[in-house]
């Protein structure tokens, strides 16, 4: 997807665009590319973005460690400032306290808006922090064997020192 020059959305067709989205996006891992839809709307001092996307994400879950396929879906729209950054926000510190009321997104209003980007950001805000293969996975089997043949080795120490304390 290429950049769009802001101001160029002013002479769209409803000062809108939209893309149709059909591709793999950089630096993130899909099965199936990214499908969907991203609408630009430029507002005058702001512009209203939204999309619908989705793809398939290959998982490990955090209890069983097992691969398992999930569906990322975005319905989302943000709203984007345009305004001119001053001297004082360019050459900000790189970590800094920063106000709630600091939390928007602006562009200058003659620069460019990125869709990929754009995209990217949402679906990686759509990837689970909890990834569960299943909501009853019970997690690692372990097996236990009468004999009490250890599975691996290297725990032949520990095994040694746990047999000589009673209980």
């Given amino acids: 997807m290429d950049a769009i020059y802001i101001p160029q959305l002013t002479k769209a067709p409803e000062r809108t665009e939209e893309i149709k989205v059909k591709e793999f996006l950089p630096n993130l891992e899909t099965l199936t590319p990214v499908r969907g839809i991203i609408r630009i709307q430029h507002h005058g001092n702001y512009l209203e973005v939204s999309g ?63 869709p990929s980007v754009w995209l990217y950001e949402q679906m990686c805000l759509e990837i689970p922090q909890r990834q569960l293969c299943d909501a009853n996975c019970p997690g690692i089997q372990t097996t236990s064997s009468n004999s009490h043949q250890l599975l691996d080795s290297r725990w032949a120490s520990l095994e040694a020192l746990k047999n000589q304390f009673p209980g």
């Fill in 52 to 114: 619908k996307a989705e793809a398939i994400v290959t998982c490990t879950c955090n209890r069983c460690l097992q691969s398992y396929n999930h569906r990322l879906c975005i319905n989302t729209s943000e709203i984007i400032w345009l305004e001119e950054l001053s001297e004082q926000e360019i050459d900000l510190p790189l970590e800094r306290e920063v106000g709630v009321d600091d939390l928007l997104e602006t562009l200058p209003p003659q620069g460019y808006f990125e």
